[in-house]
Each structure stands twice: as C-alpha cells, then as structure tokens.
C-alpha cells in the first residue's frame, strides 16, 4: 500500500481536480464585443472550498457557467482551458460534456424559487439526474429522492416528495436544489449565491449543510457571493474578481489579514464590525466599468485612492505577493522589490 | 422552516389530500365557477349530439318531406310529426340537421385547432429555442402569413385544390399554425430566461429532455387557452367558407352551409338563419368562457388557488365567508 501524501501547502497539492488556464469569456453585443471574463487562471484541488467574491458583473458567474457549459454560443465565445482531470472540458464533444455536467460537476443556483421547475414534483427534480443517468424504475427514483431528501434534512421526506416547489419556503427549495446538485455524488459543486435570497437564519442552515455534506463526500465546494462574512467563514482559499479578472487570491486568513490589493481592502474594510469604532460604513466612491467600456490600464484605476501614472497605461498582472497569495496591483509589486 | 414543520402532516392524511387533488378537485373548481360550468355542459351536450346524432337525432337530417316544408319552430306539421326548431325549405328536420351539422362543425374546429397547433408549438418551441437563422425566417413567414387576408387565400387555395373535409383542415393548418407559433415561441423565450433551464442544463439535460419535461409542461396553461379560442375561430371560419360554398359540400351539412342556404328565406322563414346562427354564436361563447376557466386551471402554480375547496372556518386565513 502506499503512504498517503499529506497536502503540505495548498499551492503544492499534487494534480488539481479542475485547472482553469486562460479563461476568456466575451459576448457579441449590438455595441461590439464584449468581455465579461478577460483571461482568469485558477485551480482546485479535491475536496478544498473556494470562494469566489466579487461585485454583480464582475464576471464571477459567468466564468463559472463557462466552465459547465451553459454559455450559448452565439452571442458567447469561450476560450482559454478547463482542464477536469486532465481533460479540457472546452474542447470535449457535447455528449461527454453534458455526462460530466451533475455526474462529476453540479451547480446550485442563487434563487432556488425560480431553479425549481414549477410543473413538477420536487421529488421528480430531485430524482431526474439519478434516472436519466442510472435509467432506474420510478419507484427506485422517488425512494432515492427521499433519500436525498433526507440528507439535506427536508422533514417528513416522506410526504413531501410530491409536493410542487411552490409549497416549499426558500430555505426548503435552496435544500431542494441541494439534493438535485447532490443525486450523483459530484466532486464539485458550483454554488452560485447559494443564500442570497435567504434570510440570515435560513442563511446559516443552508451553509452548515453544505459544510456538513462536503464533509461526508469530500467534495469540492467553489462558492461564488458578495458576502464576505461568508467567505470568512466557510472557505479555504479565496479569489477576489474586479471587472472580469481576478485582482487578488490566496488563503482566506491572508487576504482578510494583509490583503493588498486596494479593492480587497476597500471591501474588508466596507465590512460593518462589531469591535472598530461606529459610524458611517467605508464605500468604495464611483462604480464598477460597464463591460463594453473599460478603462486603459488598471480597470480599478479611476476608483483607487493610491493610483499611480503607471495604473493608467499598464495592467498589472497576477503577481505573488506572499506564500500562495497574489495581486494585480502596481504597488503590491512595489512593495514587494523593495 | 418552522412553517414547514409545524404542518408536518400524518402521511395518510397528505396522500388523501393529493389523491383528491387529482380526481374530484377538477369538477368541483368547475362546479364553483357557474359560468364556466355551464358552458361546459352545453359543450358536453353538444358534443354528445353531435357524436350520437344518428341515434339521437329525431329524423333523417336528409330526408326531405314536402307536405312539412317551412314548419316554424315548436310547431307541428301537417303529417303531425313535431318539429323542435322548425323545418327547412324541403321539409328536413332542423334540429336533426344541426345536430350532424355539429359533428362537422366540432371535427373541422378541433381537428383544425390540433393540426395548426401541433405544426405551431413545434415551429415556434425550436425557434425560441435554437434562435439563429431559423427564427429569423420562420418569424418572417409568420409576419408575412398574418398579413395575408387568410378568407381570400382560403378561397383561392380551395378553387385549386377543391372544397371538402379533408382540404379545409389542410387550410386551416395552413393558415392558423402562426397564430400557435407565435405564442409558443414568446413563451419559450420568456421561459428560457428562467433559472430552472439553465438548472436543468446544469445536470446535464439534452436539448430534447428540456423542451419536452421543462418547457413545454409550464407553457400548457396559456397555449390551452389559444387551441380553445382557436376552435371558436375556425368553426366561424368553416362557417364562412361553407357559406361562402368553398367548405363542406351538399350532402354532408354544416352549420355554415345551413345558413348559406337559409339566406334565400330569411324573410319568410327566419329561423333557417337563426337556428344554425345561434348554434355557432352559442359555442364560440362557451369555448371562450371555458378557455377562461381553463387558463387558471392548468397553471401549475396558481391551479391549487381552484382546486383546493374554501377553506372552512377553523383555518386562519381566508375565512370571510
């Protein structure tokens, strides 16, 4: 038998599960063609939580629905590798592609009122991937769905595998989706604002589960939001988007601590505290680039309060900042040299 | 959650409440809505007359009887046979006659509204679905087909090929199928923007499986609505041709030709025109106050509002009568 090799560091864990290299995503617009993800390389190893954080249309959702597929093309280009396993899923032939989507890669959506399909049972939903993949009897269909049911811990399963999604609370049709992304025991799950439409009690449910059954399966969970209380709390490892890149990542403990880009701390610092001195909450001034217009060099250059001429011709790349984080910033680079 | 769980029901309880939800609720909702339920039973007769007219009709619809011409309505002719609606100008019965004017007219209407929906839902659903180039000209044919006075061509189609039951349906397809694809198309993109395809997508659903399972049930609430009143529509349609002498031919007998040959002796005998008049007035109106009950029924999501009796008193909410 051989020895297990124990995961020193995160940036040295042997072969990574999903390795996105280059990932470009642009729209063709009446206005021309537009970038919504402009070259965003990043990994994931087997059972790690990523977290993605970002503002709306900073290109966080749509990289990930590029990666399951879900970009239509036209108006969509996709481009760049996503490699699962070691094979591109890009340039896969539709059929392997769709047999990878919820057998190897689930996704679970912000709203999960309106991912419900209202026409059906919640228990026919739940069950559809398991019979579509395992072509099982009906009656194996709804004792798995109430299985699933079980696990995301729906009470009275039971009796509710025939109810609509209408009969259900938001947090109860966020779980319903949950059993749906969980039927085939994927190795990833794509969360997509999994608690946004939730209440805050609901919220925290809905996370301690999702905690709970990454636990239990050991799969990987990439969880995409705007709460960074939330990433705080849940994830391993963290990448901040600006305008459809990635501006700075690393180990959630360091970008919280010493964060470096001037985005990620004008975010932790527009976080509301408990122990810092009241009063009116940081903002960010001015607004994020419409995807058709962005500026020349930086794109957060007309929002930074320490911008330099540089910013304003030249775009900073990815650099290495300290152990396994990095920035896109002229001054992190700066720093670092000196 | 609490919600949930505080109507955490016993489960035999809870099949029973979905097992109703299945048979009775449907007629007890139609029940509730008198309107809607009077239209149906004047639809249901009719169509029992119209499927039953050979046993049920009172005299032969073609045998004409010259010592019975003319008879009004109620009254009784000569030979002492009583005639409900009156006679016609060569003594034939009319009620026997509307009533296998009614199979015809109920068949063109139904089978017509299926044909052109069946080649409209489709055209549209792929339209909406693939978008690209073949929405772009089957859109194009659909604006350009509204736009053609559809009597004229029907007329014109119908000198070409030939009047008859068979030829009128292919018309109808012909000219009623946009009215189908339009909507489904609409509504495919609409749906489409919803989470739930993407979703379906997201667990890897063929192209196939999405139309079939995920769009096409949540569209059905309104494209019923569109086949009841497109039946109205085309049994006026067969109507016009049929008087107009392109639709059914002589033997076989429509309510359209009925007033087309009623025309002759509407000052004499007015209920030749009357009689077969009211018979499609009376259906078009109930199809269309039937397609209305029928728009809340089957949308899954409001429908339970319908099925679901009145909430006795003991039940919080809604108890104001």
């Given at each position: 038998?051989?020895?297990?090799?124990?995961?020193?560091?995160?940036?040295?864990?042997?072969?990574?599960?999903?390795?996105?290299?280059?990932?470009?995503?642009?729209?063709?617009?009446?206005?021309?063609?537009?970038?919504?993800?402009?070259?965003?390389?990043?990994?994931?190893?087997?059972?790690?939580?990523?977290?993605?954080?970002?503002?709306?249309?900073?290109?966080?959702?749509?990289?990930?629905?590029a990666?399951?597929?879900?970009?239509?093309?036209?108006?969509?280009?996709?481009?760049?590798q996503?490699?699962?396993?070691g094979?591109?899923?890009?340039?896969m032939?539709?059929?392997?592609?769709?047999?990878?989507?919820?057998?190897?890669?689930?996704?679970?959506?912000?709203?999960?009122?309106?991912?419900?399909?209202p026409?059906?049972?919640?228990?026919?939903?739940?069950?559809?991937?398991?019979?579509?993949?395992?072509k099982?009897?009906?009656?194996?269909?709804?004792?798995?769905?109430?299985?699933?049911?079980?696990?995301?811990k729906?009470p009275?399963?039971?009796?509710?595998?025939?109810?609509?999604?209408?009969?259900?609370?938001?947090?109860?049709?966020?779980r319903?989706?949950?059993?749906?992304?969980?039927?085939l025991?994927?190795?990833?799950?794509?969360?997509?604002?999994?608690?946004?439409a939730?209440?805050?009690?609901?919220?925290?449910?809905?996370?301690?589960?999702?905690?709970?059954?990454?636990?239990?399966?050991?799969?990987?969970?990439?969880?995409?939001?705007?709460?960074?209380?939330?990433?705080?709390?849940?994830?391993?490892?963290?990448?901040?988007?600006?305008?459809?890149?990635?501006?700075?990542?690393?180990?959630?403990?360091?970008?919280?601590?010493?964060?470096?880009?001037?985005?990620t701390?004008?975010?932790?610092?527009?976080?509301?505290?408990?122990?810092?001195?009241?009063?009116?909450?940081?903002?960010?001034?001015?607004?994020?680039?419409?995807?058709?217009?962005?500026?020349?060099?930086?794109?957060?250059?007309?929002?930074?309060?320490?911008?330099?001429?540089?910013?304003?011709?030249?775009?900073?790349?990815?650099?290495?900042?300290?152990?396994?984080?990095?920035?896109?910033?002229?001054?992190?680079?700066?720093?670092?040299?000196? | 959650?609490?919600?949930?769980?505080?109507?955490?029901?016993?489960?035999?309880?809870?099949?029973?409440?979905?097992?109703?939800?299945?048979?009775?609720?449907?007629?007890?909702?139609?029940?509730?809505?008198?309107?809607?339920?009077?239209?149906?039973?004047?639809?249901?007769?009719?169509?029992?007359a119209?499927?039953?007219?050979?046993?049920?009709?009172?005299?032969?619809?073609?045998?004409?009887?010259?010592?019975?011409?003319?008879?009004?309505?109620?009254?009784?002719?000569?030979?002492?046979?009583?005639?409900?609606?009156?006679?016609?100008?060569?003594?034939?019965d009319?009620?026997?006659?509307?009533m296998?004017?009614?199979?015809?007219s109920?068949?063109?209407?139904?089978?017509?509204?299926?044909?052109?929906?069946?080649?409209?839902?489709?055209?549209?659903?792929?339209?909406?679905?693939?978008?690209?180039?073949?929405?772009?000209?089957?859109?194009?044919?659909?604006?350009?087909?509204?736009?053609?006075?559809?009597?004229?061509?029907?007329?014109?189609?119908?000198?070409?090929?030939?009047?008859?039951?068979?030829n009128?349906?292919?018309?109808?397809?012909?000219?009623?199928?946009?009215?189908?694809?339009?909507?489904?198309?609409?509504?495919?993109?609409?749906h489409?923007?919803?989470?739930?395809?993407?979703?379906?997508?997201a667990?890897?659903?063929?192209?196939?499986?999405?139309?079939?399972t995920?769009?096409?049930?949540?569209?059905?609430?309104?494209?019923?609505?569109?086949?009841?009143?497109?039946?109205?529509?085309?049994?006026l349609?067969?109507?016009?041709?049929?008087?107009?002498?392109?639709?059914?031919?002589?033997?076989?007998?429509?309510?359209?030709?009925?007033?087309?040959?009623?025309?002759?002796?509407?000052?004499?005998?007015?209920w030749?025109v009357?009689?077969?008049?009211?018979?499609?007035?009376?259906t078009?109106?109930?199809?269309?106050?039937?397609?209305?009950?029928?728009?809340?029924?089957?949308?899954?999501?409001?429908?339970?509002?319908?099925?679901?009796?009145p909430?006795?008193?003991?039940?919080?909410?809604?108890?104001?009568?």
């Amino acid at each position: 038998m051989r020895a297990m090799q124990p995961y020193e560091t995160l940036d040295a864990v042997p072969a990574p599960l999903l390795d996105i290299r280059d990932l470009r995503v642009s729209f063709d617009t009446p206005h021309g063609l537009v970038k919504a993800v402009g070259g965003v390389s990043w990994s994931l190893s087997p059972g790690e939580t990523l977290g993605i954080i970002g503002e709306s249309g900073s290109g966080k959702s749509v990289g990930l629905e590029a990666i399951m597929g879900l970009i239509k093309s036209p108006p969509g280009h996709v481009s760049g590798q996503v490699l699962f396993d070691g094979r591109d899923v890009l340039t896969m032939a539709e059929r392997d592609r769709r047999q990878l989507r919820g057998e190897k890669i689930a996704m679970i959506f912000q709203d999960a009122m309106s991912a419900l399909n209202p026409s059906l049972t919640v228990g026919t939903q739940i069950a559809e991937v398991y019979r579509l993949r395992r072509k099982c009897s009906q009656a194996e269909a709804e004792r798995k769905a109430i299985e699933l049911m079980d696990r995301v811990k729906i009470p009275s399963a039971k009796t509710r595998v025939g109810c609509y999604p209408h009969e259900f609370s938001g947090g109860m049709c966020q779980r319903v989706m949950i059993a749906t992304a969980l039927a085939l025991n994927p190795q990833i799950l794509i969360a997509d604002e999994p608690t946004t439409a939730l209440d805050v009690t609901v919220q925290r449910q809905i996370m301690t589960l999702l905690a709970e059954l990454q636990r239990e399966d050991g799969m990987a969970l990439v969880l995409i939001t705007h709460d960074l209380g939330l990433v705080a709390e849940t994830v391993d490892r963290a990448m901040v988007m600006y305008a459809g890149r990635i501006v700075e990542s690393g180990p959630v403990d360091a970008l919280f601590e010493t964060p470096t880009h001037p985005y990620t701390r004008g975010l932790i610092r527009s976080m509301p505290r408990l122990d810092g001195a009241s009063g009116a909450l940081h903002a960010i001034g001015g607004t994020p680039p419409a995807a058709g217009r962005m500026p020349r060099g930086c794109a957060f250059h007309p929002r930074c309060e320490q911008r330099v001429d540089r910013c304003l011709t030249e775009r900073p790349n990815l650099r290495m900042v300290a152990k396994g984080q990095a920035a896109a910033c002229h001054l992190a680079e700066e720093t670092r040299h000196d | 959650m609490t919600a949930v769980d505080a109507q955490t029901l016993p489960q035999d309880e809870a099949h029973d409440r979905a097992a109703a939800i299945t048979s009775r609720a449907y007629f007890g909702a139609l029940m509730r809505d008198r309107v809607a339920f009077v239209s149906a039973i004047f639809l249901g007769l009719l169509l029992i007359a119209a499927l039953g007219a050979d046993l049920l009709a009172p005299y032969e619809p073609n045998q004409a009887n010259l010592r019975a011409r003319f008879v009004p309505p109620l009254g009784t002719a000569r030979d002492g046979g009583f005639h409900l609606l009156g006679t016609d100008e060569l003594g034939r019965d009319l009620f026997s006659r509307l009533m296998h004017g009614a199979r015809v007219s109920m068949s063109i209407g139904l089978l017509g509204a299926l044909c052109s929906g069946i080649v409209g839902i489709t055209l549209g659903v792929l339209a909406g679905f693939y978008r690209g180039l073949l929405e772009d000209v089957l859109m194009r044919a659909v604006d350009g087909m509204m736009a053609l006075p559809s009597l004229l061509i029907a007329l014109f189609i119908l000198f070409v090929i030939g009047p008859g039951f068979g030829n009128l349906i292919l018309i109808f397809t012909l000219l009623h199928w946009m009215v189908f694809a339009r909507m489904a198309r609409s509504l495919t993109l609409n749906h489409q923007q919803h989470t739930y395809i993407t979703a379906a997508r997201a667990i890897g659903g063929s192209d196939r499986r999405i139309i079939l399972t995920h769009l096409l049930p949540n569209m059905v609430s309104p494209l019923i609505v569109l086949f009841t009143l497109e039946i109205a529509v085309l049994i006026l349609s067969e109507a016009s041709l049929s008087f107009l002498g392109f639709g059914v031919q002589a033997p076989q007998s429509s309510w359209g030709l009925m007033i087309a040959r009623g025309r002759e002796y509407i000052s004499s005998a007015w209920w030749l025109v009357v009689m077969p008049g009211a018979a499609i007035f009376l259906t078009a109106l109930a199809l269309n106050l039937v397609a209305a009950w029928a728009r809340a029924i089957t949308d899954p999501v409001q429908r339970w509002r319908w099925l679901t009796p009145p909430r006795r008193k003991s039940q919080p909410i809604d108890d104001e009568d």
